[in-house]
């Protein structure tokens, strides 16, 4: 990271401004996969107990994000789609996010070990590190297996939410879990592949920039091939079922005929559409997630009315 000194200051941050520092879109999707994680666990917290963990798991997610742009405020401001974040744009100090990190990861942790147990709290502080130092100071800016190795820190909150309610880590949380890490590549490959020149400018090395363009539309079909059996394969454990099973062969296939499409794309094309294709399956790969996570859920609530499972 650079000198932390080198940000003007652009005025006071406001409320809006610390909010997305904790990088609320991320947040969103590690609150309701955590929640999902937590409601189709065989075992019931109490509603009390199972609202704070979720919430204990969110402020775990906001610090690895503060801790992120602390660290990645000298690459941010290099890029058109990070560079009017909070500690970039100068608006918030790199110091101040600091310490909002390390302040958030402490009490994180140590609140979700007392209202859930000491699994679900060592879950969340080894997630917070693997985001901040695993990814965000060792593998970002030095491979471009990046996003592939790191992509297991956004796939950690379903196995927390499940520790929460059954105090261990289980064949159901594990396939949760390699849904997510699975999924990781394909999805932020695909972004690559429209944000042009971000990476490069940036110095990070992105897949697009180390292997090309070409190499890019391969690899994301390769592992969206590679995620369809790993997201099918939940639905034959306890958590599945046949609405669970018919959704993700339905995404499946959506997201396959999309990932076929990106690796059959000319490059000349595809800049003159204005990536079109590639920025409708980064889109959909989004819905293919919350999706999957929703069938999950709507198994849940069936096998609670012993409707469910197979």
Known sequence: MSDVQTYDQHGEAGFGDYVLLLKPRVMSLVVFTALVGLLVAPVHMNPVLAVASVLFIALGGGASGALNMWWDADIDIRMRRTRNRPVPSGKVEAREALAIGLALSLISVAMLSLVANLVAG????????????VYSMLLKRTTPQNIVIGGAAGAFPPMIGWACATGDVSLQSMLMFALIFMWTPPHFWSLA??????YSNAGVPMLTVTHGRKSTRRHIMAYTVLLAPVSLAAGFTSIGGPVYLASAVVLNAIFLMGAWSIWHRDEAVAEADGYAVEKRVFKFSLLYLFLHFVALLAEAVLHAAGLGGW
């Open 122 to 133: 060592a879950l969340l502080a080894f997630t917070i590190f693997f985001y901040a130092v």
């Open 193 to 198: 592949l429209f944000m042009k020149d971000d």
